[in-house]
């Protein structure tokens, strides 16, 4: 098993920053796959950005040069740095990980809300 834990959502208005963090615990030796989802009232789950073992990234088109993901191997974490938030960015981001055998865990979900 892996316990995820979220934090550094928040309120921010818009054009601001936030960056969110996810710290992995447990059976974390096999982990390939780090990245972050969210999911906007009456909205499907969407992939934001991820980012695998080896460093290759992936983005949502929509947050393609505002959001940048990384990862801190040795700490077993994944961070989201978002700048240049706009209100369509509100919405539950959950950190996802994907392991080698395909076992996928989810964090509980941070809120990030954006003014205008």
């Known amino acids: 098993q892996v316990q995820l834990v979220e934090s550094g959502g928040g309120l921010v208005q818009a054009g601001g920053s936030l960056r969110l963090s996810c710290a992995a615990s447990?059976?974390?030796?096999?982990?390939?796959?780090m990245g972050w989802y969210r999911q906007a009232p009456g909205n499907q789950r969407e992939l934001v950005a991820d980012?695998?073992?080896?460093?290759?990234?992936n983005y949502l088109d929509s947050v393609k040069g505002r959001f940048t993901i990384s990862r801190d191997n040795a700490k077993n974490t994944v961070y989201l740095q978002m700048n240049n938030l706009k209100p369509e960015d509100t919405a539950v981001y959950y950190c996802?990980?994907?392991?080698?055998?395909?076992?996928?865990?989810w964090g509980q979900g941070t809120q990030v809300t954006v003014s205008s």
């Open positions: 996802n990980v994907v392991k080698f055998g395909r076992r996928s865990f």
């Open positions: 447990g059976s974390t030796f096999d982990i390939n796959t």
């Open positions: 980012i695998s073992s080896g460093g290759r990234t």
